[in-house]
Every structure is written in structure tokens, then in C-alpha cells.
């Protein structure tokens, strides 16, 4: 698997270090749900629906039950049921379980039972910020009165909840090019919101496990780069690459860049300006004697200075100097 959706609270450090995020894409909220006859305080000392055998709802409700000291045959009468969803609801309503841990999306048709048999009560999650503090993966969440079921205000009230967000989560060997192309797909997926999420506030940065890729942390930051928006992912990943160390590589160069000028200039005017030293030879020659074998020699030297100078070529811009020589 190169890809995979992770609900948050189910890996280990050592885990989280052999994975990347892409970035969270939506909550799963959880839901503790009791028979309306059962009078309990902290779910504890009944029959707990904990979720699947293996799964993340599984592995979260022992973990977030374990913080209240609650575990399986402690308090005494405490037991463990491993069932979920639809199970779950149905050995509620059969009095077979007490209570249920219930980690879900409201799209599921079970869900509007919770809030409607009177059998059942959703309780109201006073704890709710406490977790998030422990735990920071977790969110707290307010389920207003009606989201249900407008109709019947299922509902009745707000009622307040934690929730787990499910990130998108690769394998750091996997082609990072891949890595905006998820985001990007996801913000178009998820960009109008839901029940639970405000519009635009998935795919998140927030929320995550594992280590955030550089290449998503740079997708949040500044959105898709011009590469992605215009080449084949495979020559935008790495024109994408070459961007991060030319810029610092640049900056560097900087001052070279500078002195470049300068240089040029100083190398071209060095062209004319070498033949005035070898002008004032020619000069010193002429003021140790005046004999005309002399003067045959330096008219002969000139000549050679002059035909060498015009098919000298300079740039245009110093033109006028070697018009002057």
C-alpha cells in the first residue's frame, strides 16, 4: 500500500516515523450512546461496546476509556463487547449492552436511531475539552440541535462531542509528486464542507500524526506551485526541487552578479588602454634620439600598432574610447 486514510489515535510513535501525512481530510466524531434505563456516571461498570476487533474505534475507545481508568473487568461489571455499528445499535436496543463507544459519519442510516428511540440517550460530552487538551489529535465538536433531522429537531439540543480526523497518510518511498495531486483532489472533493466541517477547512495541515511531508507543508503554505499548474507531474516534481536550491543559490550569487559589471567593463577597456603603455615606449624611443634610421623605426612600429588596433572589435558602448586611441 502506498497510500491509506489513517484515523488519528492509532499509531505508535515508532509507526508515525516510518510514514508521512498528506494531510487531515475529514472527522469521524464519537459518540458514547447509553440505554435510557441504565443509570450510569463515566459509562463504567456495564457492558461496553467498544468497536470491531482490530479496528481504529476499537483501539481509540480502549485507549480513551484507559484514561478514566476504565478497563476491561475494572471498574468490577466492566466488560468489553467487541461489536460496532449496526451490531452495536441492535444490542443496545436488545438491552445486551449498555453502553457503546461509537466512532462514525452521520451519513450512516443507524445514526438517526441514536438520536430518536427513546430506548437510547446520546450523552452530551462534558469532557469533551479535557480530552482535547490530552490528547491532540483529538477535536471538540458541537452537534447543534436539529443536524439530524430537521424535521423532528433530532437533536433537541447542541449537544457537545469529540471526534478523530482521518488524514491521508504515504509511505516516504512513494512518488512525491503524488503528493499535491491528493491535496489538490481532496480540496475539490471536500471544498463546499459538511455536517461537521466549515466549507474550506479540509484538507488541513492540522490534525495529523505522522510528519507532514515538505511538499504538502509547501502545498498549505502557498498553494500549488506554477510548475504543477503547467507541466507533467513528473517534470513539475522535479522543477519543483530545483526551485528550493536555486533560490538559496541565487541569493548567494548575488554579489557576484554585481561585480560582474564591473569586470567586463575593466576587461574591455584593458583591450585599448594596453597599447597607450606601449605608445609611451614608442614616445621614450623618439626622446633618446632623432636620427632618421630612428624615425623609420618608430613610423614602422605605428603602422603595425594601427593596423592591429583597427580590426580590434569592441562593444559599441566603448567605441568612442577606441576611436580616441
Known sequence: IDVALVQSGNLSDEQATRLLSIGSVFYEPLLVVERSAWDSYHIAGGRIAIGAPGSGGNALARSLLDDQGVRDGEPPGTEFVEIAGQAAVDALLAGEVDSAILITSFDEPWVRTLFSDPGLRVTDFTLAEAFTRHDRFLRRLIIPAGLVDLRYELPPEDLQVIATTVSLVIRPDAHKALIPLFI???????????????????PSAHGVEAPLADEALQYFQRGPSFFYRWLPISYASTATRLTIILIPLLTLMYPLFRLAGPAYRWATERRIYRWYRVLGRIERRMDAGDSAASLDSVQADLDRIDEQI????????YASNLFTL
Open 184 to 202: 489538490e483532489s481532496s480540496r475539490q472533493q471536500l471544498s463546499q464542507g459538511g455536517l461537521l466541517a466549515a466549507p474550506g477547512e479540509f
Open 310 to 317: 583597427r580590426h580590434m572589435h569592441v562593444p559599441t558602448k
